[in-house]
C-alpha cells in the first residue's frame, strides 16, 4: 500500500497545519472567557471547510474520505470547542443527507450546511439506547399531517444551536432494527420539540451536551430522510465515517502531545542534564511515536477503503478503538513527563487530557466496537 498523499491532499493538510497554527493564538483568551472567537468560525467559512464533503452541485468541494481524514488529523490540535459545527459538517450527519436525501432536502440544507450558516445535530443516543439501538424508545407515528414524534434524546452535541437535527425514532414495533428505525429532518424551532438545560462535561464541548424532548412534535412527511425503516441502516454507513474522524481527530491530539513532550524534555533539565537523555524517557518518546504512526496506517488505510467503496466496518471499528487508546497514551505521557507544568490548568497538555477520554465513548465505546470487529472475523 502506498503511504503517500496525494499531492492535493498533502497541500490541503499543509495548509490546515498553518491555519490551525494562526488559530492556536486564540486558545488563551478562550480559556479564559470560554467564548470561542469569533476569528476561528470566521476563518472556516471563509476558506470553505464547512463545504468540504458537500457535493459541488451544492457549492462544496466533494472531498473524500482521504483528504477528509488529513484535514482532521490536523484540526484535532485546536481545542475542539473551535469546531464543534465543524466536525458535524465533515461526520455523519450532512453525510446521510448527501447519501439518502431527497432533492428538496438536498436543495434545502446542504448549500446552508456546507457555507457554515446552519449547524447540525446528530440525535440518536437516549438515556437507555447509547450502544444498544434496539432499546430506543422515541418512536415517530404516521399521520395524516405526516408524523408525530414523541421521546426523549440525550448527551446531543451541538443541540443548542443547531438548525437542523437529524432524529432517529422507531416507526415499527419489529424487533428487527434494519426495519424498526428510520431518519427524521426537524428544524430547530419546531412545536413540541425543547432543548433541555446543558449537562456540563469535563471537556470537549463548548457549553455540555443536551437533552431533547418531543413531545407530539409533528413533522411534515417529507422531512423523513430516506426510506422508512432504514435508519438502522443509514446510522451504521454514517458512523463508520464518522469513526475515521474521530480516529483522525485523536491522532491529531496524540501527535501534538507528544510535539510537546519533546519540546519540554529537550529544554527541562534535572540532575545536571536534560530529560530527554534519560534512557527511560527516550522509550517513553519512543513508545507514543510508535503508536502514532501505526495509528496513521491503519487511518489512511481505512480511509482507502471507503473512498474505494469497500466493506469498512470492522476497518473503521479498529481505528476507532486503535487511534483513541494510543492517543490517550501519547497525551498521558506528555503528562506525565511535563509534571505540574502538564497538570495545571490553562495548558495545552492539560487541555488535551480532558478532551482526549471522551473519544473513547461516542461513536462507538471501545468495548462495543471490539464486539463489531470479533464478529466481523468470525463470520468470515
Not at 468560525?41 to 466533494?62: C, H, N, T, V
Not at 449537562?199 to 443536551?210: A, D, H, R, S
Not at 430522510?225 to 451504521?236: D, I, P
Not at 490517550?328 to 505540574?340: H, I
Request: aromatic letters at 6%; charged letters at 20%.
Amino acid at each position: 500500500m502506498d503511504t503517500t498523499l496525494p499531492e492535493e491532499i498533502e497541500q490541503m493538510r499543509t495548509a490546515t497545519r498553518r491555519l490551525v497554527d494562526d488559530l492556536m493564538e486564540h486558545e488563551t483568551e478562550f480559556l479564559s472567557t470560554n467564548i470561542v472567537p469569533p476569528v476561528v468560525d470566521a476563518s472556516f467559512k471563509e476558506l470553505g471547510y464547512y463545504g468540504l464533503r458537500i457535493p459541488e452541485a451544492f457549492g462544496g468541494s466533494a472531498l473524500g474520505m482521504l483528504g477528509t481524514v488529513a484535514v482532521v488529523s490536523e484540526l484535532g490540535r485546536l481545542p475542539p470547542q473551535f469546531w464543534s459545527f465543524l466536525r458535524v459538517a465533515l461526520g455523519p450527519s450532512s453525510k446521510t443527507l448527501v447519501k439518502h436525501g431527497s432533492e428538496a432536502q438536498k436543495s434545502r440544507w446542504l448549500p446552508a450546511i456546507g457555507n457554515g450558516t446552519c449547524g447540525v445535530a446528530f440525535a440518536l443516543t437516549e438515556a437507555g439506547a447509547g450502544s444498544d439501538l434496539s432499546s430506543m424508545r422515541m418512536s415517530a407515528r404516521r399521520v395524516d399531517e405526516g408524523y408525530v414524534l414523541n421521546g426523549t434524546k440525550i448527551y446531543i452535541s451541538n443541540a443548542d444551536r443547531a438548525g437542523l437535527l437529524v432524529v432517529f425514532a422507531r416507526t415499527s414495533a419489529s424487533t428487527r432494527l434494519k426495519e424498526a428505525l428510520s431518519a427524521f429532518l426537524v428544524e430547530a424551532g419546531q412545536p413540541g420539540m425543547q432543548v433541555g438545560p446543558p449537562i456540563p462535561t469535563m471537556g470537549t464541548t463548548l457549553n455540555g451536551l443536551f437533552e431533547l424532548s418531543f413531545d407530539n412534535c409533528v413533522i411534515p412527511a417529507a422531512n423523513l430522510l430516506g426510506e422508512e425503516g432504514k435508519g438502522f441502516q443509514y446510522a451504521m454507513e454514517s458512523l463508520n465515517e464518522g469513526r475515521l474522524n474521530v480516529g483522525a481527530t485523536a491522532i491529531g491530539m496524540g501527535k501534538f502531545a507528544l510535539e510537546l513532550a519533546i519540546e519540554h524534555t529537550r529544554t527541562r533539565e534535572a540532575f545536571g542534564k536534560t530529560l530527554s537523555e534519560n534512557q527511560v524517557v527516550q522509550h517513553m518518546l519512543a513508545d507514543a511515536a510508535m503508536e502514532m504512526h501505526a495509528s496513521w496506517l491503519m487511518l489512511i488505510d481505512a480511509a482507502n477503503r471507503i473512498d474505494l467503496g469497500e466493506d469498512a466496518s470492522a476497518a473503521s471499528a479498529m481505528v476507532k478503538i486503535y487511534c483513541t487508546e494510543a492517543a490517550g497514551r501519547a497525551v498521558d505521557t506528555a503528562v506525565q513527563l511535563l509534571g505540574a507544568a502538564g497538570y495545571s490548568r490553562g495548558v495545552k497538555a492539560e487541555r488535551l487530557y480532558r478532551d482526549v477520554r471522551v473519544m473513547r465513548i461516542y461513536e462507538g465505546a471501545s468495548e462495543i466496537l471490539r464486539n463489531v470487529v470479533a464478529r466481523k472475523l468470525l463470520s468470515d
